[in-house]
């Protein structure tokens, strides 16, 4: 071999073991010194995380009836960056769930969730479906049989105001500091009422499968699984039976009132909506609590359809999400109760104190004259009579003498209001609930900051105040507080709606805030004065006597009060409140209906039916 | 064994023994045995759990590649039985039967990853162009040694010319299958076989300037397509080729590697092997499989035994005076060095990714058949270089 060869072997050795060393750095370079970071890398590229959804808690009423529970059912559930684009998928999907092939390609392909989420497409899926899609699995990429939650009412649309719905979760809500890492793309979650507001004890805890996936995805093996935990069960202080009975009595009373004319006219009440509330005055559970118009709940069930959702928020339908119960509506002569008690702990006035109405009233000036609803007038009146008879001119004089106590420093008549819980939230536990409004003179100057003359506090504006009119608003759960305290001799609960919250395992929640009550260390007498003038009001006399006649108020003492609100533009508001029996009491009932005119004749009947029932009287 | 200690001195220690009882190389003979044994070995762990191309007996590859292996063996320890230099008169018939084969294929082949590369004989399909590739080295061998009528070994003009035309004819069948990543094999190998023959450097420039320029030619004449300039670029840029194609591949391929670690995730139990992460793991990628399961340790001493059957390759090749022996030795080292280099750096992301196999480790019968008649030859070359060298002195004490 020639020297020129020997050479170019050696050459060739030397590039040989050159390469095989490269070859053999790079190799030490990936696995050991990067072998960690790789392994990492490669673990996470296989794993896969799924959550289990974990059964919502069911919902009972105060006797343990279920009125709503948790059904598992099978959903149809899709990787939209997997199915989209694959359109022999889904026409398959389109095929077998029987959706149209474009809603599906609609669906997936204007998903906003994360390439490996999912969007369900179909919720409760029949078996045979289930069985066929599983069985054609691998036809069908990205496509999977989920376990989702639905909720059924056992009781339609009952309660639904206070029940609330689900829904699927929105981004914004998703992307909130609220969501902690819980929540995922397609959950639903409580949009309103005590679904809402319990959110957090119903939805008890996801379970999670960590698994590990071929590179269709295919699940291969499963490294760890983690149980789903149930959410807690609600008992609620609701009595589903007597809901039903106010409930109807609500529809039923409104159905009658549309069909009365108002006095002298042609013009039909409109009744655009009313609330009842049945309180335990003792403990401050809301035993009913009715708004009318009302919606179903099933209507959510697997999402609302957008028509569905149309109509719900139609005006011509009067808004029947809005819970009316805790919505503010002017008061009228029901807020005496307050007028009195302030008029009476002011030393304005005293029992034996008698004003006289003949119609109409001047003391504010000869240019502002003030009449009472009866326009005969009523008479001699003390405070029993005229909380008996509703007198209006007796209750301005009341104001007006609290008006002029101090120069209306202390403003005293909303210092009492708010006492008696107006003017801020009761702190019941479902949402959207309104404040009212006690105004003073720091409301008028923020409100008419544009308009400087009527930034001032007049005489008249307390003395409007003091029948329940001018600008107070008041919702018909504080009325009813406001009632149950007096009731109470001055106890004042929190009105709630949880009687108890169990677990999964049947085992008591601690829940406390249920007991919360504040003395309101009312004078006795005082309470009692006003509860003998409440009395009076279904006495033969009284506003409300035209109801109660045939109502054995000889067993069953009822206090109550009739109002008749007058509402700028619109029709007046009706109110009756009332308890009963007197000396002991057991129950508040509280009513309102919108623009449907006098309380003492047009709400007054549903209270009356509710005490029959209650008392079992026939 | 026989040794020769100096190259240059006749070996007297051999002289006039003959045929001889033991007369084998026997590191080669092992290294070969054992790592293609090995290979079968992984492949029934890369395919036993992912059975790719949907067969349903776990043991189907293993089995396969068994039978191959016999067959390559009996190939391998029979050729030992033929005097190579039968061969060398007739390398013109191993270049009508490689240019038939490569032709063959083009007419009845089918497709596999868009290149007609298989024919299938019913019973058995064959790659030809993994058995071309000895013939051309035979055929460039042959060429390139000394001719008889001359009275040194010297490579002229004419052989240049004469091997480069035999060379690309293989290129151009292999080329019109299209199989790129083999047609690279081809011409890697004789480049390199022109330059250990002693030709003048001066040759081995131009032609190598020729081939640049003629895949520069392709490649702006528009006969190299995206995907394959794309499995260039992913080495320079594998994060712009995330989820598919050749960055997919590699990006995988090197996850599995890199898991591996030190020790490697012990045969059988490479996740992502196993779970068929890594496309063609159990051909092409079959030493993702290897440094998965059996980490730094078990990929090292799989480059060191390939090393080791090289050198073997190369050493025999520069023992034998006899430059048509001394060729085909080394081309024989060739084909091994540059599909070993060209893969495992393939999958270690630092080597285009090109459709070739690991030789004795990929699955896949024509490759591994094809280098056990490889490493067959080199042992024959290994066991006549004495007979030769006897022949040698004998012409030279006529003269």
Known sequence: MSSNIRIRFKILFYLLAIMFVVLILRLYFMQVMSGELYAEMASESITRERTISAPRGNIYDRNGKLLVKSVPVKAVAVQPGIVSGNENVMRILSECLDISYYEIKKEVEESNVSYMDKVIIKQDVDIATVIYIEENIDRLPGVEVIDVYLRQYNYGSLASHILGYIGEISEEKLKSEENDYYYEGGDQIGLGGLEETYESMLRGKKGKVVYEVDPLERPVSIIRETEPISGNDLYLTIDIDLQKVVEEALYQSILEVREKKIKDTDEHYKVTGGAIVVLSPGDGQILAMASYPTYDPELFVGGISEDDWNNLNDPDNYYPFLNRAISSFPPGSVFKIVTSYAGLSEGVITEGSRFSCAGIWYGLGQNFPKSCWLKSGHGSLDIVGAIKNSCDIYFYQVGYGLFNKFNNNQELLQKYARIFGFGS????????????????????????????????????????????????????????????????????????LIKEIRDSEDILFKYSSAEEYQDLQLNKDFVEIIERGLTRVVSPGGTAYGVFMDFPVGEIPVAAKTGTAEFYGKQDYAWFTSYAPVGNPEYVIVGMLEQAGSGGSNVAPIAERIYRYLFNID | MIRRKNKDSFDLEGYGGGKKAVNYDFILFFMVLAISSFGALIIYSATRGTLPGGVTDPRYYLKKQLIYLAAGIALFVGVHFIDYRKIERFWWLFFIAGIASLGAVLIFGYEVHGSKSWIDLKFVTIQPSEFSKIFMVI??????????????????????????????????????????????????????????????????????????????????????????????????????????????????????????????????????????????????????????????FGAVLVIIVLGVIIWRCF??????????????????????????????GMTVGIMPIVGIPLPFLSSGGSSLISMLLGAGLVENIYRWRESRKEHEIAYQQFK
């Open chain 1, 425 to 496: 939230e009761t702190g019941v536990d479902v949402p959207g609930e309104g404040t009212g409004l006690v105004p003073d003179e720091e409301w008028k100057k923020e409100y008419f900051k544009d308009q400087k003359e009527n930034t001032v506090w007049f005489p008249g504006d307390t003395v409007n105040m003091s029948i329940g009119q001018g600008d107070l608003t008041a919702t018909p759960l504080q009325m009813a507080q406001a009632f149950s305290i007096i009731a109470d001799r001055g106890i004042k609960y929190r009105p709630h």
């Open chain 2, 315 to 344: 050493y025999i090749a520069s023992l034998s005076s006899d430059s048509f022996a001394m060729l085909l030795g080394a081309g024989v080292g060739f084909i091994i060095l540059s599909q070993v280099v060209i893969n495992i």
């Open chain 2, 139 to 296: 055929c460039v061998a042959g060429i390139l040694s000394k001719w008889k009528r001359e009275k040194e070994h010297h490579v002229t003009f004419k052989k240049v010319v004469l091997s480069l035309a035999v060379a690309l004819s293989f290129v151009l069948m292999v080329l019109l299958q299209p199989d790129y990543g083999t047609a690279l094999i081809y011409l890697i190998v004789y480049i390199c076989l022109l330059f250990i023959s002693g030709a003048n450097l001066l040759y081995v420039i131009s032609i190598m300037g020729m081939m640049a320029g003629g895949i520069f030619f392709a490649f702006n004449a528009g006969y190299i397509k995206q995907y394959q300039l794309d499995r260039i670029l992913v080495l320079l840029k594998p994060e712009a080729y995330p989820d598919e194609g050749a960055g997919y591949n590699l990006f995988q391929s090197k996850l599995a590697i890199g898991s591996g670690g030190l020790p490697g995730k012990g045969l059988f139990l490479g996740k992502q092997t196993n779970l068929s992460y890594v496309p063609e793991h159990h051909t092409d990628f079959i030493f993702s499989v290897i440094g998965e399961e059996l980490g730094f």
